[in-house]
């Protein structure tokens, strides 16, 4: 039976607070797994061996580490990286699928089919007992996720042209807050071992890492059933695309010919923008241990303050000051700030240098995002909000894909000064395609 575009609510419009707790609640449950990867890949190891895709894909990393000298940790860091990897890359497919179809029929049914889908990919990591097992359940999760780019577009569909950078400020506010509690929820979840107590559910895919699946499944379900209950469609028929055109759903030609000038000069921005913030944000663990021996908590403590500043910037400052500069300039200052902030961290020797690098860069990229989006969004017509924020956000999944892969060798190869380095030099040709963006009309 075909989902419904209508709702218990549906005369109510669509608030921007709706928009909020959907988005907080999908981060929130996708960001549950990131602690957990070194126990994952220990636990995989002794369960599947040397041999199969997990054996393989070791003994690959492993002949990398020797020939290299990077020690017993590398393999480690990309087993992370790659698993992240698999899911940016589905992200970075279909992200422009579901913003079009999105355009074509409505933000709330396009959100209730992935946010179904998201469900089930967490169900299946629920009884993922087999390394392969895992694999599908990101590749599948990755393929639902649809949801950020979608709720986005219902952003734009809700906000006035004078508001949009306010209101993507809050995406970028739900994106910090859900980051924060998410791994937070992973990590409580992550002491209770179903196994010690009930070893026989081994048997069918229970694992150590079942209860935060089991956490990130039920959040999934509290979103569908806020959704269906909350979120009113927000993208009228007179407004929505008339193309059922799937070669527009395209990643690849999307990027090729489909947009306007502004809106790909944009997007290259963007790209390179995540490709260097990404690359920091997967390493900065291992800088912080490397140069000032960082236990667990002090890196929490760390990834924390980072999440708070970015909550603050993007919630409170982002709509107070884009309405004086305009949405380019704040962008093009945000690029500067993050470009400085990486080029402290290359060279910080303190722990009062790390957490002043920390706060310019965190800041920088909390006025850079909620700019960046609203500028693409600007440059778009009411109808193709969807496929476009979809091809936008799409793009950061791809440089998330390659950017934290990329970085690691960088790290472990050069050093971290290079790394950081190298990701502060990357932002200066970013920041000269913002600076030729114009100001939407």
């Known amino acids: 039976m075909p989902i419904s575009n ?59 580490a020797e020939i290299s000298g990077t020690g017993d940790h590398f393999a480690p860091v990309l087993f992370g ?51 392969l097992l895992l694999v599908l359940a990101r590749l599948f999760g990755g393929a639902m996720s649809g949801n950020l780019s979608v709720a986005t577009a219902a952003v734009a569909d809700v906000t006035t042209r004078k508001d949009r950078a306010k209101g993507m400020g809050l995406v970028g506010a739900a994106f910090g807050l859900g980051f924060i509690t998410g791994p937070a ?13 009930h070893p026989g559910l081994a048997r069918y895919g229970i694992n150590p890492f079942s209860v935060p699946a089991l956490a990130a499944f039920i959040l999934a379900l509290v979103n569908l059933i806020w959704i269906w209950r909350r979120f009113s469609e927000s993208l009228p028929r007179e407004k929505r695309s008339e193309s059922t055109n799937l070669r527009e759903r395209n990643p690849i030609s999307l990027l090729r010919v489909r947009h306007d000038p502004p809106v790909r000069r944009t997007n290259h921005v963007y790209f390179l923008f995540i490709f260097a913030f990404a690359g920091m944000e997967f390493t900065l663990s291992f800088l912080a241990v490397d140069r000032f021996g960082f236990s667990t908590i002090q890196i929490t403590y760390m990834m924390i303050f980072i999440g708070l500043i970015l909550i603050l910037t993007q919630g409170m400052i982002v709509r107070r000051i884009v309405p004086r ?17 990486l080029a402290v961290l290359a060279l910080a020797g303190t722990t009062g240098v790390l957490y002043l690098g920390l706060t310019i860069m965190a800041i920088g990229a909390g006025l850079t995002t909620p700019s960046l989006t609203a500028l693409v969004s600007l440059y778009t017509p009411d109808d193709r909000q969807g496929q476009v924020l979809g091809t936008f956000r799409s793009l950061g999944s791809l440089a998330r894909a390659i950017g934290p892969i990329i970085a690691s060798f960088v790290f472990w190869f050069f050093g971290s000064a290079w790394s950081y380095g190298l990701g502060a030099a990357l932002l200066v040709p970013s920041l000269i395609s913002a600076l030729a963006l114009t100001d939407p009309e």
């Open 325 to 341: 500069l305009g949405e380019r300039r704040v962008a093009v200052t945000g690029l500067f700030l993050v470009s400085m902030g």
């Open 6 to 64: 209508r709702t218990p609510n549906s005369a109510r419009p669509l608030s921007l607070g709706v928009i909020f707790l959907t988005l907080y609640i999908d981060l929130a449950g996708f960001s549950i797994i990131f602690p957990l990867f070194p126990e994952m890949l220990t636990f995989y190891l002794e369960k599947d061996g040397s041999a199969g895709l997990l054996g393989g894909l070791l003994s690959m990393l492993d002949r990398v």
């Open 185 to 197: 929820i992973g990590g409580a979840f992550a002491l209770i071992n179903p196994l010690v107590t």
């Open 81 to 131: 990286g790659v698993l992240g990897s698999l899911y940016a890359i589905l992200q970075f497919a279909f992200a422009p699928f579901w913003g079009a179809l999105s355009d074509h029929h409505g933000r709330r049914r396009i959100l209730l089919l992935t946010v179904t889908g998201t469900a089930l990919s967490y169900l299946i990591w629920v009884f993922s007992g087999s390394f």
